[in-house]
């Protein structure tokens, strides 16, 4: 029987993800081609947050990621730690407090709008936060409620308590996101699975609309019968050269390190700020990552991704420390020790784009929020390639959901 031979664009947490799901099905050949180090750019990025909630499909997604992590980290291949903190919500105004009650009382009616900061609310059904635990606590209660003491409570009109929530952790901060990557890495590699790294995939090679192969430092072909791009903000410029137009944009994350001059001796929750989707994830003793989304007409549809970074930094910086000091006033002593711009993407609808597209054999792995859905998103494109089953979320991540795109399964 002829094998059939994968490709795995991308060695980040989704890459990994691809790849481990895949050699756990088929014991066909499997590559992964990494242009830097394993998990080495937007894996290594990341604040490595997870937690369950929000709309499907990401909710049953997440599900599965809690499900295959909690596998993972009760007999790990590598040294990722995973603290339980949960994640406070904060709105400064009443009027936004008050939003944040109504999410909590979970009723089909009472939805969330479009304003700015709102962007993780736009479509929840409310009642998807039933088994998530999430608590409205009014400003004035947070101080007998959560053993919150660096919080200025002052500040705070109202917030959402999310107890389901944590954090991928070590001593460095580089190495939580990716020693969960690793995680999938090593597993991979013992079901056979080849790793190239410092091997840069420049194009996908087609044949009369069927995959051939991939392009390597634009001087070599190497043969692949199916190609997954799973190569992150990168993964719009890679289907191009297939003829796949993908309808995703940037998004940026700038992130500032402060470190304090005495180590906080509790745990912090995750704080978002609801106004300015200012972020604090505290990643050590003495480090808290100070984190910025912009909104919609601050950033850019698309960004040169070999060009982000001093003037996204320098752009945001101000904002995002202000609005860290506003809530943790103590930061406002703490020192900037490193800063760092993290690009991920964005679809139409806020769903992944996962599965098979118009060119047979090329399959796309494109997620915005990598750590949480990686593991689901492996999962369905293994279950496509090797059982040729669509998944029960078909419907909600194939790129036919959009106008102009072909209904793959149906035309199977």
Request: glycine content about 8%; some cysteine.
């Amino acid at each position: 029987m002829t094998s059939t031979r994968y490709a795995v664009v991308g060695g980040g947490i989704v890459g990994a993800s691809v790849a481990y799901h895949l050699s756990e099905r088929t014991d066909d050949p499997v590559v992964v081609y990494e242009r830097d180090g394993l998990a080495a750019e937007t894996t290594f990025k990341s604040t490595s947050m997870v937690g369950v909630g929000g709309p499907d499909p990401h909710y049953r997604m997440k599900q599965y990621g809690f499900q295959l992590y909690n596998e993972f980290l009760a007999d790990p291949e590598s040294d990722a730690e995973y603290t339980q903190s949960g994640r406070l919500r904060v709105a400064v105004d009443d009027a936004n407090a008050a939003r944040l009650e109504r999410l909590d009382a979970r009723t089909e009616a009472d939805q969330p709008g479009t304003s700015e900061g709102d962007e993780e609310w736009r479509g929840v059904d409310a009642r998807k936060f039933a088994h998530d635990l999430t608590t409205y606590v009014p400003g004035d209660e947070l101080r007998e409620t959560l053993v919150v003491p660096p919080l200025n409570t002052d500040a705070v009109a109202g917030a959402l308590y999310r107890p389901m929530y944590g954090h991928i952790r070590s001593d460095d901060r580089t190495l939580g996101p990716r020693e969960l990557a690793l995680e999938f890495v090593e597993r991979a590699r013992k079901n056979g699975v080849t790793f190239e790294t410092e091997t840069e995939v420049t194009g996908i090679e087609t044949i009369e609309g069927r995959v051939s192969g991939v392009e390597i430092d634009g001087d070599r072909v190497e043969p692949a019968d199916a190609v997954v791009c799973a190569a992150g903000p990168w993964n719009a410029e890679l289907a191009a050269t297939a003829g796949i137009d993908l309808p995703i944009e940037h998004t940026l994350s700038p992130v500032y390190a402060v470190e304090l001059d005495e180590p906080l001796p509790y745990t912090l929750p995750t704080i978002k700020s609801h106004e300015s989707s200012v972020g604090l994830h505290r990643k050590r003793d003495d480090r808290i990552l100070v984190t910025y989304t912009p909104s919609e007409d601050e950033g850019e549809a698309t960004y040169d991704l070999d060009a982000v970074g001093d003037a996204e930094l320098d752009a945001f910086r101000d904002t995002a420390l202000e609005w860290a000091e506003r809530l943790v006033p103590r930061l406002a002593d703490a020192t900037l020790a490193d800063e760092w711009v993290g690009v991920g993407t964005s679809t139409p609808d806020g769903n992944p784009i996962v599965g098979w597209t118009e060119v047979e054999g090329l399959s796309l792995a494109a997620t915005m929020i990598g750590i949480q859905l990686a593991p689901a998103v492996g999962e369905i494109v293994a279950r496509q390639l090797v059982a040729g089953e669509p998944t029960d979320y078909y419907d909600a991540v194939s790129i036919s959901r959009f106008d102009g795109y072909t209904d793959v399964f149906e035309h199977r």
